[in-house]
């Protein structure tokens, strides 16, 4: 484990959150770091002041039905997870095809 004092310390992963896009409908992560910033597809976004993670995730990198893990079981519970979330996404896809060829 690194020096509580040092950089690498600061930007060890703690928390994984996952959630479904809300464009694509595709299950995707962000990775949480010990100083804040949170780390995804769009790069690394440090929260507002005061705002929790959970809702940054939401906002920043779109994501809905958003699942959190701590590090260390994100072995065990991740997997879990992801497979909840990918049989909801497909859900919702299936729903928005529905919805779009019955508009359209």
Do not use: C
């Not at 939401?58 to 959190?68: A, D, K």
């Amino acid at each position: 484990m690194p020096s509580k004092n040092s950089n690498a310390y600061r930007k060890e992963y703690v928390r994984v959150h996952y959630g479904i896009h809300s464009d694509t409908l595709d299950v995707k992560s962000v990775w949480e770091q010990r100083d804040g910033g949170l780390s995804g597809d769009y790069g690394t976004h440090y929260p507002s002041h005061g705002m929790p993670a959970r809702s940054e995730v939401m906002l920043v990198f779109h994501l809905t039905e958003v699942r959190t893990v701590m590090i260390q079981l994100e072995d065990t519970q991740g997997i879990r997870i992801v497979a909840e979330l990918e049989e909801k996404a497909k859900q919702m896809r299936a729903e928005r095809d529905a919805k779009e060829k019955h508009n359209g």
